[in-house]
């Protein structure tokens, strides 16, 4: 019995993850410490989760609307993903780069590169797509594409494009709001859906707000009797 104790010690002390009994003040204090790591914690830091609601709908044609939505959302969210590691490694190259001239030249083969990348793929997608694109580039860089366009290129190319775009029912100036809009909740709920099954990779959004909270408003916004009387 002694032997398999002892085994039993040594193989806890081996293994990357261990806990280790303190006296601190009297009191039992219980700490952790990963492998690799020879700082002792008294807790352990988990990713947030969500606990996600049976989709529920009104009617068959809001029913028919969400899953439409879900099509285009993962369907152009790498895209959006994209876009925003290209503008952090761009950003991050530049502040390396000091000379104005070497700056200039170095944005320009970029922009070339990105245009190349994505033209090709872009001009497949449909009016909605572009839109909710453009939603989720703001989402990933806390910039509208008109902005973006207006850093890299001038002025005037962006209103070029941003006239382009109207002409197609598409505005590069759209801001991403789920707080305030709800097909923009739409987008976000589908979005962390995604996530947890592991269909998209989790790109953080820079912008500030809370999934949870978000869900609570909609959900009591949904079942108001204002709402329901409408």
Not at 117 to 133: D, M, N, V
Not at 163 to 172: D, H, N, P, R, V
Request: with cysteine; aromatic share 14%.
């Amino acid at each position: 019995m002694s032997r398999f104790f002892l085994v039993c010690v040594l193989s806890v002390f081996a293994s990357p993850l261990f806990s280790q009994e303190i006296e601190k003040d009297t009191v039992a204090d219980y700490y952790v410490r990963f492998e690799g790591d020879s700082i002792l914690r008294s807790s352990i830091e988990l990713d947030e989760i969500y606990i996600f609601g049976k989709l529920e709908f009104a009617s068959k044609k809001e029913r028919l609307r969400y899953y439409i939505l879900r099509r285009k959302t993962l369907k152009v969210y790498p895209y959006a993903k994209l876009a925003a590691e290209r503008l952090v490694e761009l950003n991050d190259s530049l502040d390396k780069i000091k000379k104005k001239r070497h700056r200039k030249r170095y944005t320009k083969k970029v922009q070339k590169f990105i245009e190349e990348e994505f033209s090709a793929e872009l001009k497949k997608l449909t009016r909605t797509e572009g839109q909710i694109l453009v939603k989720l580039i703001y989402r990933q860089t806390g910039k509208t594409a008109f902005a973006l366009v207006k850093e890299l290129r001038s002025g005037w190319r962006a209103f070029w494009y941003n006239t382009t775009a109207k002409a197609f029912k598409i505005s590069i100036k759209e801001e991403f709001h789920p707080e305030r809009l709800h097909e923009d909740y739409l987008i976000e709920d589908i979005l962390q859906r995604a996530f947890a099954a592991s269909q998209l990779e989790r790109q953080k959004s820079v912008l500030d707000y809370d999934y949870a909270l978000l869900t609570n408003k909609w959900k009591n916004e949904s079942t108001s009797p204002s709402k329901k009387s409408q």
